[in-house]
């Protein structure tokens, strides 16, 4: 059973769905099939009772997201040029529509497992650290694309993209970022990455496998 969370209005959620999914063949990630429902779904319920607003980066044409009823914002530099751009877009996209929230919180379309604590325990990580992003950790592992980021952090997104900067964990290693460390989650009995990435059609297979098993022991 997933923990209760916390809603935190001082923080607007970015689901970053503007991959390629090239080791998908090209399908849309963010609406392949898992366990009966589209894989943003699965993110979405455990992201939405954690923050204020959440908003989709996503290029292409926004209408395949209209069932959401969430705002879609593309990358504003053209070529699917990362995670960067997509979290560059929705920070922009807070600044102006959410200006009440302090804080961007950025997940992957494509880890449908993250923690139901991940906002409350980066926050505790930033504030804890007076530091002005905090990203996810587990297994030893850093995962830059699950944080969450001042939104006075635009200007330097800004910068880092106007410099040709795309890698992600470089733009968090430059400001410093706090990490968070998590232990895997149980879904269906079994203990797994909550980060764990749904990239390849055996990953698909096996998350589909797990929430088989988890919906057994419901």
Wanted: hydrophobic share 45%; glycine share 10%.
């Amino acid at each position: 059973m997933m923990r209760q969370a916390e809603t935190d209005s001082e923080v607007t959620g970015v689901v970053l769905a503007g991959g390629r999914s090239s080791r998908m063949g090209g399908q849309e990630k963010a609406l392949l099939d898992l366990a009966g429902r589209p894989m943003i779904q699965h993110v979405l319920v455990r992201l939405r009772p954690q923050v204020g607003r959440i908003v989709v980066n996503a290029n292409g044409d926004p209408a395949r997201f209209s069932g959401y009823c969430l705002p879609v914002v593309a990358d504003s530099i053209e070529g699917y040029a990362g995670p960067l751009a997509g979290l560059h877009a929705g920070m922009a996209w807070a600044a102006a529509e959410t200006p009440e929230a302090k804080f961007v919180a950025s997940v992957a379309v494509d880890s449908p497992f993250i923690p139901t604590d991940l906002i409350a325990r980066l926050k505790a990580a930033l504030l804890a650290a007076d530091a002005p992003c905090a990203i996810a950790s587990s297994g030893g592992e850093r995962h830059p694309v699950a944080g969450l980021w001042r939104v006075e952090l635009l200007g330097a997104l800004t910068a880092s993209l106007e410099q040709d900067m795309r890698a992600l964990h470089r733009f968090a290693d430059a400001q410093g970022c706090a990490i968070a460390a998590f232990e895997p989650v149980d879904i269906g009995g079994t203990p797994v990455d909550p980060f764990l990435n749904v990239n390849a059609p055996a990953d698909l297979d096996g998350a589909r496998t797990l929430l088989l098993a988890e919906a057994h022991r419901e």
